[in-house]
């Protein structure tokens, strides 16, 4: 098993910038994908952006140049580098891994970008 715990949520004002953290602990392999999904209110869970354990690199379309993903092998941790927000950024934000055909995900943490 794999526990996920994200953090580095919050409100924050348009325009503006989070990072967020999802450090990974038990089962934890080094041959993995690591991501990030959110889901806002009335709308389906999306991908944010994922990264092979080879550095390879995804993002969706709604936030390419304005989010950036990396990770932290020896930290076991992934990052999220949130800029530019825009309202339509809220949502809650999850961690997800994907490990020899297994998959879990973190609790979430909420990011509320308001004025």
């Known amino acids: 098993q794999v526990q996920l715990v994200e953090s580095g949520g919050g409100l924050v004002q348009p325009g503006g910038s989070l990072k967020l953290s999802c450090a990974a602990s038990?089962?934890?392999?080094?041959?993995?994908?690591m991501a990030w999904y959110r889901q806002a209110p009335g709308k389906e869970r999306e991908l944010v952006a994922r990264?092979?354990?080879?550095?390879?690199?995804d993002y969706g379309d709604s936030v390419k140049g304005r989010f950036t993903i990396s990770r932290d092998n020896s930290a076991r941790t992934v990052y999220l580098q949130m800029n530019s927000l825009k309202p339509e950024d809220t949502a809650v934000y999850y961690c997800n891994v994907q490990q020899y055909g297994d998959e879990f995900w973190g609790q979430g943490t909420q990011v509320t970008v308001s004025s």
């Open positions: 038990g089962s934890i392999f080094s041959i993995n994908t």
């Open positions: 990264i092979t354990n080879g550095w390879l690199t």
